[in-house]
């Protein structure tokens, strides 16, 4: 888990200095499905090898945890508007 949530505090920081830099990749859209599609594709081949499944199996649940922690409150948000 631990391991996940790292990958995700890197690659937000990958996006920030890319966005700064003016990759097109890197906002919009495309930014936010590309934030969370490469820890899930990571976490999935991690996931079927065998020595490193306990890895794998953390970023996956760390990539769950963080559609429920950003999705969450903004169905929340726009619910009271």
């Given at each position: ?36 599609a ?20 953390g ?12 999705i ?10």
């Amino acid at each position: 888990m631990g391991i996940g949530c790292g990958g995700y505090a890197v690659l937000f920081g990958l996006l920030m200095i890319s966005s700064t830099l003016g990759f097109p990749f890197s906002g919009g859209t495309v930014g936010f499905v590309f934030y969370f599609a490469i820890p899930a594709v990571i976490g999935l081949v991690l996931a079927f090898i065998p020595a490193l499944r306990q890895w794998g199996i953390g970023i996956l649940i760390a990539a769950a945890a963080s559609w429920l922690i950003v999705i969450g409150p903004c169905f929340a948000l726009a619910g009271n508007l």
